[in-house]
């Protein structure tokens, strides 16, 4: 992101040519509080086709770009030679998968070099989707967060759109900027490069800068907009409840495209800002501190970035990418039970977990049958776990999971939870229980798992317990129901 303000009005441009169907607003909350319950809602049938998008092989091109890096004097700022490897190491990838890859030279850049285009070729030319990161950094450091992760989040969607090869219904276009750090130069460069016709067949430019922060937020350009109603829909289904994002306002490349006429959006997690009270409640972190403690700075390597929201912009670049320019809705609901030996009674078959979680011993019954899982009771510092891969069909229309919890303890307190039962799917919290939630007998907990359609995750629950007084989460008839 570059470091100051343009000072220059913006208007809010009229999203044409596309449909897009927005998921109702979830009632949100913060996963880390007792007894948090993230409750995201149906995705549309578009969006439940979008492939998930690993976290992994993003991670994979941020080391690869942390390592091109190291090899050219420490960064890859525009005009370097760290720069030129960047754009070599990305081409390189998309020609091999089939895209139309072009460079472009910026001559009016303050460090002439090239921004990278390239186009998938599906859709037709003249109803062009637009999605773009800048790929130089500063001098100072390796600028992983800024931002090789908003470069790496396009290529792995690049590359994973190319693998697909689905029917499209709109021309894909990514673009890789160069000496965005220096003015947005890049970018500028190639809007003035185009006609009024050529512009016009742009019905959106979608912006991903930073999208990897630490202490970061979850941040929309626009977020009101019609333009930004696929971004917001993918957050909203997963209980994030996004914010304007007010710190990157003409700071980076949708600023030009913008004031072209041309509809944007894009996602971002936070630069150098302060997250206040109220977002770190709602989004976890640390209040009154930096989204990106390494802004600008040596340090931001690979080690700066949260795989969490770069998992979660990543999977909602693919969400919009499908609704708003692929052909076909969802596949047709393979609905069910999804979740092996819901009840324990075969011990344990499909489930790891720690010693002795998975028992029919007598100290705590079973809800029903024999076996259930009773994680901690020790009143002793102890962690304990119990989880199973799940496979969510894609094309449903309700994902509930849900399971039956006891919670004995003999804490006294009422107001502090020593300890603590995570549920889990993949890397998010759903919800979380402690010794504030004791009740009498079993209690059965739902959540709505919606945003998960399509998807392979691990599905665990984790329990913590400090070191006195004991508290017992006894789990019992677990159930991942989709319809």
Not at 5 to 11: D, P
Not at 137 to 157: C, H
Not at 284 to 309: I, K, L, M, Q
Request: with cysteine.
């Amino acid at each position: 992101m570059r470091g100051r303000t343009l000072s220059a009005g913006i208007a809010l441009a009229v999203f044409a040519g596309m449909t897009v169907t927005l998921a109702a607003q979830p009632v949100a909350a913060s996963p880390t509080t007792t007894m948090t319950e993230a409750r995201p809602n149906a995705a549309t049938a578009a969006a439940l086709a979008a492939p998930d998008i690993s976290v992994s092989n993003v991670q994979a091109h941020l080391t690869q770009f942390n390592s091109i890096a190291t090899s050219n004097g420490g960064n890859r700022r525009a005009g370097s030679a760290g720069y030129t490897a960047s754009l070599s190491y990305v081409k390189t990838r998309l020609q091999s998968a089939g895209y139309t890859v072009s460079e472009q030279y910026c001559s009016s850049c303050t460090y002439p070099s090239n921004n990278l285009i390239a186009e998938w070729p599906g859709g037709p030319t003249d109803q062009v989707v637009m999605f773009g990161a800048h790929l130089d950094g500063v001098s100072a450091g390796p600028g992983i967060n800024d931002n090789a992760t908003g470069s790496s989040t396009l290529l792995e969607n690049a590359l994973v759109l190319a693998a697909q090869n689905p029917t499209m219904t709109k021309r894909v276009r990514f673009a890789w900027w160069t000496d965005e750090e220096q003015g947005l130069n890049g970018s500028r460069f190639y809007v003035n490069s185009l006609n009024s016709t050529q512009r016009g067949y742009i019905k959106g430019y979608y912006n991903f800068d930073m999208v990897g922060s630490t202490n970061g937020g979850y941040f929309i350009n626009r977020v009101t907009s019609t333009t930004a109603a696929p971004l917001k829909a993918y957050w909203d289904s997963l209980g994030l409840q996004p914010e304007e994002n007010v710190e990157g306002q003409g700071r980076s490349d949708d600023y030009y495209f913008q004031q072209a006429g041309i509809p944007t959006s894009g996602y971002a997690a936070g630069a150098s800002a302060r997250k206040t009270s109220s977002q770190a409640a709602k989004w976890g972190g640390t209040a009154n501190s930096a989204y990106d403690p390494c802004y600008h700075r040596s340090c931001d390597t690979t080690a700066n970035v949260s795989a969490t929201v770069l998992n979660r912009a990543a999977d909602g670049v693919a969400y919009a990418l499908w609704q708003l320019a692929v052909s076909g809705g969802a596949p047709t609901c393979v609905g069910g039970q999804v979740v092996g030996n819901a009840g324990f009674e075969s011990g344990n078959t499909t489930w790891t977990a720690s010693s002795g979680v998975i028992t029919n011993a007598s100290g705590q019954p079973a809800r029903t049958g024999s076996y259930k899982a009773w994680l901690n009771g020790y009143g002793s510092t102890r962690t304990e776990s119990l989880y199973q891969s799940v496979t969510l069909p894609a094309g449903c229309a309700t994902y509930t999971l849900s399971f039956w919890l006891h919670i004995d303890t003999a804490e006294t307190t009422g107001s502090t939870a020593y300890d603590r039962l995570a549920v889990q799917l993949g890397s998010t919290t759903l919800a979380t229980y402690s010794n504030l939630n004791a009740a009498t007998g079993y209690v059965q907990r739902s959540l709505n798992v919606a945003g998960f359609a399509g998807q392979t995750v691990t599905l665990r629950f984790t329990g913590t317990e400090d070191s006195s007084l004991q508290t017992t989460f006894v789990i019992d008839d677990v159930a991942l129901q989709a319809s």
